[in-house]
């Protein structure tokens, strides 16, 4: 098992990874100091999966469980769903010592956690990430939330968790499509900050489709560092945290022209870093050599590459020009130097769509 820490002062916290180390969760909340009882928040997918183990090993460990269940999808992270967590919460007298815990992808964890952050002005809660994605991303450094009709993520709050707990095996029953758009983000930060990482993939990306345990486990002990020391440097994403949405101007908004049902958020976001890369090299900031690197990753990795031909430019570029990082016409957007190295520049949506439609 590898252990990290998040060091934020008071709100700082580990992240356990390893394989199998689930049913020694009920240790990793006492060594955290937590008590009570603790409400498991999942869905119906998961919990056949694994609600049992962690509620045994939870008992085990002296906690009463009370299982939350919300319904399953991106479509199900609404505030809707936030009343059905905080019912149970009420109903069953949860006290501000008690703890929430998120056991599922990046839409449980967000939800959880901001049920987490509202319920009594904050308890405490804890991250068991699911899928590769909330694995490598969204467990790590407290953005909570969830969307309204008009946006994604629109209503939310930074509240950093206690723990997160990581166990590889829980990805062998993640669909491969699910575990293939979690390494985008995976890609994302060997291109943002890690030459060696991306280098590694180049080497041993099929060593994580096929799940190799050990190369998973340090796989995602770099990504977790590489986030946890942007959010550490940048925790409210003031400035530089925004490097964390390299490929992401134009992957949100592919997702958002294709209505959020034709693409999975990774698999955008491979579109979006192989196009952030071409510009990048259209401007003059990164070399052809690490652009062809760049692509061929994405590639490699089974992920998409390119714009679908039905796709509008036009469509694509209203669509960034309402993302919440527009500002005065131009948009913040992240360029790569080459491989582990970034740089922001503002660019005018013309600008991008030269890029796009090369
Ligand atoms: N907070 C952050 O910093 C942050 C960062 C990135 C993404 N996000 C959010 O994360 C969400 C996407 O997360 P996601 O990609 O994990 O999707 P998800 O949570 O929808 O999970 C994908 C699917 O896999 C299922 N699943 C989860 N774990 C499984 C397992 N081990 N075995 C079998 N099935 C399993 C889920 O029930 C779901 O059907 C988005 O809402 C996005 O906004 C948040
Ligand atoms: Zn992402």
Redesign the pocket.
């Known amino acids: 098992m590898q252990t990290l820490n998040v060091n934020l002062g008071t709100r700082s916290y580990p992240i356990h990874i390893g394989a199998g180390i689930l049913p020694r969760i009920g240790e990793f909340l006492q060594q955290a100091g937590l008590r009570g009882k603790v409400a498991v928040v999942t869905?119906p997918?998961?919990a056949p999966?694994?609600l049992q183990s962690v509620t045994d090993a939870l008992t085990g460990a002296g906690y009463g469980v009370i299982p939350v269940l919300i319904p399953?999808?991106?479509e199900f992270?609404t505030v809707q769903s936030l009343q059905i967590i905080y019912d149970r919460l009420i109903a069953e007298r949860l006290e501000r010592k008690s703890c929430v815990l998120a056991l599922?992808?990046?839409?449980?964890?967000?939800m959880a956690?901001f049920a987490a952050a509202t319920y009594l002005r904050g308890v405490p809660y804890v991250q068991v990430?699911?899928?590769l994605?909330?694995q490598v991303?969204?467990s790590v450094?407290g953005?909570?939330g969830v969307?309204h009709a008009d946006g994604?993520?629109l209503i939310g709050a930074f509240y950093q968790p206690q723990l997160v707990v990581i166990d590889v095996t829980?990805?062998r029953?993640?669909?491969r499509r699910?575990l293939v758009?979690?390494l985008a983000?995976v890609i994302k930060y060997g291109i943002i900050e890690d030459a060696q990482l991306f280098a590694l993939l180049e080497q041993k990306i099929a060593g994580l489709t096929q799940l190799d345990e050990a190369l998973l486990i340090d796989t995602i002990a770099t990504s977790c560092a590489i986030k946890a020391r942007v959010v550490e440097a940048d925790e409210r994403e003031d400035d530089y945290r925004a490097v964390l949405n390299f490929g992401h101007t134009i992957g949100h908004a592919l997702e958002a022209v294709t209505g959020y049902t034709e693409f999975?958020?990774?698999e955008a976001v491979g579109v979006g870093m192989a196009k952030a890369a071409a510009l990048s090299a259209r401007q003059g900031f990164c070399d052809g050599e690490s652009l062809r690197r760049i692509v061929q990753l994405i590639k490699q990795a089974g992920l998409p590459s390119a714009i679908p031909a039905n796709v509008s430019m036009t469509g694509l570029i209203q669509a960034m020009e309402v993302d919440k990082k527009a500002a005065g016409g131009k948009i913040k957007f992240v360029m790569c130097e080459g491989i582990g190295k970034t740089r922001f520049h503002w660019l005018a949506p013309q600008e991008i769509l030269s890029a796009l439609a090369g």
Not at 104 to 110: A, E, L, P, Y
């Open positions: 869905n997918t998961v999966l694994y399953d999808g991106e992270k599922g992808g990046g839409v449980v964890g967000d956690g990430p699911t899928t994605l909330a991303d969204s450094g953005k909570t969307n994604k993520n829980m990805l029953t993640l669909p699910e758009a979690g983000e999975l958020h990774g």
